[in-house]
Structure formats: C-alpha cells, structure tokens
C-alpha cells in the first residue's frame, strides 16, 4: 500500500532532530507536563537507538506522528526474550483521521521483527 506520507525511523532523516520529536510528544499529550522528560529519560536508556523512534511525515515534511519501541529483556525461568513495547505514540491532531496510526503501527510490528524482537 503506497501513503501520501513517508513511514519510517527518526534517524532516517539524517541528523536526528530529538527536539522536533520532544515537540511533537509534548503537544499531543497536553494534559501530562513531563512528556519531554520522559522522552529524554527513553533515550538515556542503554537498549536505546534513534531509529526506535518510528515516525510518519506528512506530505509537507511535518513530522506528524510518532511512537517509541522500548526495547526491554524479560526472564521467564531460564528463558530469556526480547520485547518491544510501544510508548510515546501520539500524533499531531491536524493530522488525525488519515491512516497514519495504523501504518506507524504496521512499521514498528515490522522493525522488531527485522531487529530480532521475540
């Protein structure tokens, strides 16, 4: 399926721009004031890389959606395995309503898959 938007990883784009992402969770989760803290509290994490930030761009080049993949290790007995769990999704509101979620969505399932998340 071809979006009139781009889907991928914040670190795609070059220079990752975290400040543009820190915006994007802070004016979507209005009501919580320590979203961009918790953001930079996601990156100092050792399991942490910039293309666990899956992110949609509108046609116009807006970073309009996004979520984090935290990438955690849980232990049952003996077994070890690798999650991924889904954190920070929000998009921006003018861009609601246009599919962007579902394929975020679709391209983080994919993204662990391909990086080896049990």
């Known amino acids: 399926m071809t979006y009139p938007f781009q889907i991928g990883a914040l670190s795609d784009d070059g220079d990752v721009d975290y400040h543009a ?4 969770s802070a004016s979507v989760f209005t009501g919580y004031n320590g979203e961009r803290a918790w953001c930079a509290r996601m990156r100092r994490d050792p399991t942490f890389r910039s293309e666990n ?7 116009d080049g807006i970073l309009a959606s996004q979520l984090y993949v935290i990438d955690r ?5 003996s077994s070890e395995l690798r999650m991924g ?3 920070g999704v929000g998009t921006d509101p003018k861009y609601r309503k246009q599919g962007m979620a579902s394929a975020r969505m679709r391209d983080a399932e994919a993204f662990m898959k391909t990086n080896d998340f049990d």
Request: hydrophobic share 45%.
């Open 21 to 24: 992402s820190d915006h994007l």
């Open 53 to 59: 930030i899956r992110i949609v761009r509108a046609a």
């Open 73 to 77: 290790t849980v232990r049952i007995e």
């Open 85 to 87: 769990g889904i954190g």
